[in-house]
């Protein structure tokens, strides 16, 4: 069975400072890797979508990269803001769609 | 506003007591799927469904049930069989492997 792991489990930063997160996944054949953000008590807003052919992916103060090899994403957040507090997910998709999640990263920006 | 609606928000049921869970979606997407979300854990899938008429159990069926006569719809029932159903269940549907995620709905076996 895949896996998917998500290390650490909490992290707290001033604001500022810039954020990374860890995801490491044991399925070689990944499909696509996608992150996401969770608010309490929401649902998931989807952040970055990376296929297996791409290194990366950029949307505003976020860059996810993607090592296949070494069966790694990172999520990179630029500049903390306290509006980011909220649990990050990734989640890695086989080629039938379906979706493998870790258990997230619950992170606090401190003002 | 195209978007995937859950209902109800919040639902409560007696032990030994079926309720269905209703998630609609208006994005045209084919597939659909279902998810339980216990604390401090990741997303478990229940059940999916790549077209009309036919769906797939996931990793955690036992206990659910689902129906897919439309494509814009896709209810789930927690059945008196789930052992355990206090949980917050999410839905999804995905067009080119990207899922987006329904606001979920937080049940509570009293």
């Known amino acids: 069975k895949q896996e998917v792991t998500q290390i650490p489990a909490a992290l707290s930063v001033p604001e500022g400072e810039n954020l990374v997160l860890n995801c490491s996944f044991t399925d070689s054949a990944i499909y696509n890797l996608q992150w996401f953000r969770q608010d309490p008590g929401k649902g998931l807003t989807s952040l970055l979508l990376?296929?297996?052919?791409?290194r990366e992916q950029t949307s505003g103060r976020l860059n996810a990269s993607l090592d296949k090899s070494s069966g790694r994403s990172t999520l990179y957040i630029a500049a903390s803001q306290p509006g980011d507090s909220a649990t990050y997910l990734c989640a890695e998709t086989d080629s039938w769609g379906k979706l493998q999640f870790g258990a997230g990263t619950q992170v606090v920006v401190t003002p | 506003d195209g978007g995937i609606t859950q209902s109800p928000k919040y639902l409560f049921r007696k032990e030994g007591q079926n309720v269905t869970l209703s998630c609609e979606q208006n994005?045209?997407?084919?597939?659909m799927y279902w998810y339980r979300q216990d604390p401090g854990q990741g997303l478990r899938l229940i059940y999916y469904s790549q077209i009309v008429n036919d769906f797939q159990k996931g990793d955690i069926a036992e206990g659910y049930s689902v129906s897919r006569e439309k494509k814009e719809s896709f209810p789930l029932t927690v059945t008196s069989a789930q052992k355990n159903p206090t949980a917050f269940y999410l839905c999804?549907?995905?067009?080119?492997?990207?899922?987006?995620f329904g606001p979920g709905t937080r049940l509570t076996v009293l």
């Open positions: 994005l045209n997407h084919d597939a």
């Open positions: 990376i296929q297996s052919s791409q």
């Open positions: 999804a549907s995905s067009i080119a492997n990207e899922q987006f």
